[in-house]
């Protein structure tokens, strides 16, 4: 195993001040100098904010083949001219609001109809809900943007990744998983008897790390790479909105927007990335998926994720 894939270890102290922007430029220095070329089609998801802006903007500059699935018309196109201008090979908009699982088909159906391979999907939509609320399809609104439409997008691609020859998928999930233990019976009910927003939040972006670690192993066997990532505390308009009291007594130590964004880019255009899969990184160095043996989900509701997961993710 070579070594960045070899999970850290560090007192839990340091593996929280790692989240920072101090943590991202210590770890920067261990990083090999790059300048990024591509041809790869890679499709990016929350291309319109935060991390997913920093990460279209640098793809497009690499000159990468760019589909960007944003839920903005305006934003969107306005963005797609931007990369191709910063030199992105081809830059193409999909419109969706990717916590219904209706337009999260539809996203899959029209790439499926075009029937270009895809290098990367890269999984990064997502937002942080401090109120509960269920989409009109009737499913809780975090399950369905950070869980099941991320799921739903890698089993629905499969084909086109797989027709890449070797291609890859970047989760983004938060290291606030770190805080929850799987909980199948809170999940299911839609988090309907207690809601706290970052809690679910990071229920939802847990049981997404747990799906990619199930399937990662049979998905490698067929020439298709899944990793996630964390990005530590980024001070993008989503952390803004979503957490602001954290956001005011952290500001001085959040990372950039670019710094959260570039173990994504790492992940999606790096040759050492090659063959990896079933890792958690940040700041390009592979990080233990559970902090405390008391997060480490019991099997019985390992195995009713990936039952949920059967029953509402059926393409
Ligand atoms: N920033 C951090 O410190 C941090 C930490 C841990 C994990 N993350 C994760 O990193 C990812 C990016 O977050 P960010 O901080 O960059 O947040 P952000 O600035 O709010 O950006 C989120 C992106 O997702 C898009 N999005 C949200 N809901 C959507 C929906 N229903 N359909 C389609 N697109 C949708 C947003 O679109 P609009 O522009 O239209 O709103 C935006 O482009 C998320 O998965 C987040 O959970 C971030």
């Known amino acids: 195993m070579s070594s960045f894939t070899k999970p850290l270890r560090k007192s839990l102290v ?24 591509t041809d790869k089609h890679i499709v990016l998801t929350g291309a319109t904010s935060g991390l997913g802006l920093s990460s279209a903007k640098t793809l497009a500059a690499a000159g990468a083949e760019l589909t960007l699935v944003v ?4 934003r969107g196109h306005a963005l797609k001219q931007e990369c191709e201008s910063l030199g ?7 419109i969706a609001d990717l916590a219904l699982l209706e337009d999260t088909r539809r996203v899959i159906a029209v790439l499926i109809e075009q029937g270009k391979p ?9 937002a942080l809900f401090n109120a509960r609320a269920k989409t009109s399809e009737g499913i809780e609104q975090s399950t369905s943007l950070l869980l099941l439409s991320p799921v739903m997008l890698m089993q ?18 938060s290291g606030g ?16 008897h207690r809601y706290d927003g970052p809690a679910v939040y990071a229920q939802a972006k847990r049981a997404l790390a747990i799906i990619t670690q199930e399937w990662h192993a049979e998905w490698a066997k067929q020439g298709v790479f899944i990793n996630t990532m964390h990005p530590g505390w980024a001070d993008t308009p989503g952390v803004q909105s979503a957490l602001p009291t954290f956001r005011r ?34 700041d390009r160095q592979a990080r233990r998926y559970y902090l405390n043996k ?4 019991r099997p019985t509701d390992r195995r009713a994720l990936l039952a949920f997961i059967e029953d509402h993710v059926s393409n």
């Open 249 to 282: 007594v952290t500001k001085w130590i959040l990372r950039s927007s670019e710094e959260g964004a570039d173990t994504i880019i790492w992940m999606a255009l790096d040759s050492a990335l090659e063959n990896v899969s079933g890792c958690l990184f940040l």
């Open 71 to 74: 839920r903005d018309a305006e």
């Open 294 to 297: 008391k997060t480490q989900e």
């Open 88 to 94: 992105a090979k081809r830059c193409e908009v999909i």
């Open 14 to 37: 340091r593996e929280i001040w790692d989240f920072t922007g101090p943590g991202y430029r210590a770890a920067r220095k261990r990083f090999e100098p790059y300048e990024w070329s």
């Open 156 to 173: 629905g691609l499969k084909p086109l990744l797989q027709a890449a020859g070797s291609a890859r998928v970047v989760n983004v999930v």
């Open 118 to 126: 895809i290098d990367v999907l890269i999984n990064n939509a997502g």
């Open 177 to 192: 998983m770190y805080t929850q233990r799987l909980s199948m019976s809170w999940l299911r009910s839609g988090f309907a």
